[in-house]
C-alpha cells in the first residue's frame, strides 16, 4: 500500500511517501522554493503546503495522486482547544479542517476522503519509533517528544510494543519547553523557530549562573510532566537586537537556559524509564536537534542506547505520519535505511546542466582522490553527491568541505556562509578511526546529533572542528554506507595524516541547503568557493573565472 504524509501547519513542510512499508522518498518544501524553513510559523500561513516536495516524492516513486491509498496529514483539529488568543488559532483550525480539499486541490487527482489526520505528536512519535533500527517486531523502545506545541500538548513520552504506541504521558499547554527556547532565542536576537541552535552554540561561551533561578520557574512535575512559569528574560540580560553584538550577560543566559532544558530532560527521561523499563529511547521533536541535550541524556540518563530521528522537527512529521498510517494498515514499518531521501540526479543529468551553463569541468579518473587533493592543499570544496539529506543537517550529500588543521577556517567558513563567527563547524570523520580522536559521545553517529568530547591530542591538530568547550558535533562515514565520502576521507588522511574533514552545510546564511544542480552552480558562482564536485564533475573557480 501506498501512503503519503504531509507537514504543512506550523512551518518546514514536507511531504514523504511509505510503500510497502519502506520508506521511498521524503523532502522538505523549501529545498524546492527556495524559502528558508518553507514558511513562517504562523496561523494565517498555515494553507501553504508542500505542493512540490509532495509531488515530487510521488514522481519519484512512479505515483499519480489517485494512487495513493491514504495521506498523513500531522495535525488533527479536532484535539486543539480554544484558547484566549482565539482569533489566530481559530484561523488555523479552520486551515486543517480543510487540509483534505487544499490537498486535492494542490495534487489534482486525489480523493479528499483518502486524507487522515494524525496527531502532531503521535507523527512524530512515530518518526523515531518507526524509523529506528528497533522498529522490527520485538525490538520495542520507549520514546519521548519534546517541541514548542501541537494540538494542545508539547510533549509526549511512551513506547512502542510491536509497533503500537502507548501514551504515558503528554504535557498540555501552554508550558512548552521548545516555546521556552524559542522565547530566549528572540531575546537573544536570533530568529524564532529558526535558530534555536544559535542559542545552544552561544551557550559554550558563558556560565549557567542564573540556573538556580530558573529552576524555581522551569521544574517537572513528577508525573512525567512539567511546568514552565513565565519568566523575566530582561531580568538576566538586556534584549538584543537582531544583528547586534553579545555579550558575556547574553552567553551566561544562554547556558543557563540550556543547561535547565538538559536537567529537565533527564528527569522526563528518568521518569519514563522507570515507567518502563526499555533500555532503549527513540527522541524526536524540535528540541531533539538539540545536540548537546542529547549527549547529556545519553551519557547520563538510564537508558543504554539512544536513536534520534535525524529530520527531528516537524518536517519529521510527514514521514511519521505516513508510517503511522502504513502501521495502522497492517504493514510492519521498515527502519530508516539513512537520510539520504531527497533528490538525486544522474551523471547525464549533472553534465547536461554544467553544459547549458558552458561551465568548463573536468570528469577526474579518481574523483575521491581529486578532491582530497584539492582540501589537501586547503581549498575549499562544494560538494553536491547522491541524494539530498532530509532533515536540517548536511551529511555528505549537500555539503562544504575544508581543512580541519587550519584554525583560520573557521572564520573563512563563516564569512564565505556569512555567519556569526560562535557559530562552531562540524567534522567528518571514517568511523573506524572516530573513538581513537573523539570521546564521550555515541560511535556510530552518522546523523551529527550528539556532541563528543576532542582528545586533548587531537584538539591542536584539528582547531577548525573542536568548539570553545573542547567539543565537536560529530558526523561518523563508514563505507558500507557512503563509500565515496570515506574514500575522501581516507584519501585525505594520506595526504594529511588526518582522518577528519570540515563539514557544514552548502548554503548560505538564510538559504536552504542546495538541493539542486541549479542551486548549486548559483551557491558556487555567489560565494568564494574555490571547488564544486557536482557528481563525477569537478569545476575549479580559477577555470570558470579565468579571463
Not at 547556558?255 to 522507570?274: G, I, K, T
Not at 508510517?323 to 549533472?350: I, K, Q, S, V, Y
Amino acid at each position: 500500500m501506498r501512503f503519503l504524509g504531509i507537514n504543512a501547519i506550523f512551518h518546514d513542510p514536507a511531504a514523504a511517501l511509505v510503500v510497502d512499508g519502506s520508506i521511498v522518498a521524503a523532502a522538505e518544501e523549501e529545498r524546492f522554493s527556495r524559502r528558508k524553513h518553507g514558511k513562517r510559523p504562523l496561523a494565517f500561513s498555515a494553507w501553504e503546503l508542500p505542493e512540490q516536495a509532495a509531488a515530487w516524492c510521488l514522481r519519484e516513486a512512479g505515483l499519480a495522486p489517485e494512487d495513493i491509498d491514504a495521506v498523513a496529514y500531522s495535525y488533527d483539529p479536532s484535539l486543539v482547544v480554544q484558547r484566549p488568543d482565539g482569533d489566530w488559532e481559530d484561523l488555523r483550525t479552520k486551515y486543517a479542517v480543510r487540509a483534505p480539499a487544499f490537498l486535492a486541490t494542490a495534487l489534482p487527482g486525489l480523493d479528499p476522503g483518502q486524507v487522515t489526520y494524525v496527531p502532531h505528536h503521535v507523527a512524530h512519535a512515530a518518526s523515531a519509533g518507526l524509523a529506528s533500527r528497533w522498529s522490527t517486531p520485538g525490538r520495542d523502545c520507549a520514546v519521548l517528544v519534546c517541541d514548542g506545541r501541537g494540538e494542545n500538548v508539547s510533549h509526549l513520552a511512551g513506547r512502542y510494543r510491536d509497533g503500537e504506541l502507548e501514551v504515558l504521558a503528554a504535557q498540555e499547554l501552554p508550558h512548552s519547553l521548545g516555546l521556552m527556547y524559542e522565547d530566549v532565542t528572540e531575546h537573544l536576537g536570533f530568529l524564532r523557530s529558526s535558530d534555536e541552535y544559535k542559542v545552544m552554540a552561544l551557550a559554550s561561551y558563558g556560565r549557567p549562573r542564573h540556573l538556580e533561578a530558573l529552576r524555581e520557574l522551569v521544574y517537572p512535575t513528577g508525573d512525567g510532566g512539567f511546568r514552565v512559569e513565565p519568566v523575566d528574560w530582561g531580568g538576566y540580560a538586556k534584549a538584543l537586537r537582531k544583528g547586534a553584538s553579545w555579550t558575556s550577560d547574553h552567553a551566561d543566559l544562554a547556558a543557563s537556559v540550556q543547561a535547565r532544558l538538559e536537567e529537565v530532560l533527564l528527569e522526563l527521561a528518568s521518569w519514563l524509564h522507570e515507567r518502563t523499563g526499555e533500555r532503549r529511547l527513540a527522541l524526536a521533536g524540535g528540541v531533539a536537534l538539540n545536540c548537546v541535550a542529547n549527549t547529556r541524556l545519553l551519557a547520563e540518563g538510564p537508558f543504554d542506547e539512544v536513536w534520534v530521528q535525524p529530520a527531528a522537527g516537524d518536517s519529521g512529521t510527514a514521514l511519521g505520519g505516513a508510517l503511522h498510517l502504513a502501521h495502522a494498515h497492517g504493514e510492519p514499518a521498515a527502519p530508516m535505511p539513512d537520510a539520504a531521501l531527497g533528490r538525486g540526479f544522474t551523471d547525464e543529468e549533472l553534465g547536461a546542466w554544467l553544459e547549458v551553463a558552458r561551465v568548463p569541468h573536468t570528469r577526474p579518473a579518481d574523483l575521491a582522490a581529486a578532491v582530497a587533493a584539492e582540501l589537501a592543499a586547503d581549498r575549499i570544496v562544494a560538494w553536491f553527491q547522491g541524494r539530498s539529506e532530509y532533515g536540517p543537517r548536511a551529511l555528505g550529500r549537500r555539503s562544504l568541505l575544508a581543512h580541519p588543521g587550519h584554525a583560520r577556517n573557521t572564520e573563512r567558513l563563516n564569512d564565505v556562509k556569512g555567519r556569526e563567527q560562535f557559530r562552531p563547524l562540524a567534522p567528518m570523520v571514517l568511523e573506524s578511526r572516530a573513538a581513537g580522536i573523539f570521546g564521550r559521545g555515541p560511535v556510530p553517529s552518522p546523523y551529527m546529533l550528539f556532541v563528543h568530547d576532542v582528545h586533548p591530542d587531537w584538539v591542536d591538530r584539528i582547531p577548525a572542528v573542536v568548539h570553545v568547550d573542547g567539543t565537536a558535533r560529530v558526523q561518523t562515514v563508514s563505507p558500507a554506507a557512503d563509500p565515496l565520502m570515506a574514500r575522501v576521507l581516507a584519501e585525505f588522511e594520506a595526504r594529511t595524516g588526518l582522518p577528519v574533514v570540515v563539514n557544514t552545510s552548502l548554503n548560505t546564511a538564510g538559504r536552504p541547503m542546495v538541493d539542486d544542480p541549479r542551486d548549486a552552480l548559483e551557491c558556487f558562482g555567489s560565494s568564494p568557493v574555490e571547488v564544486l564536485a557536482l557528481g563525477p564533475y569537478l569545476v575549479r573557480r580559477g577555470e570558470v573565472f579565468a579571463s
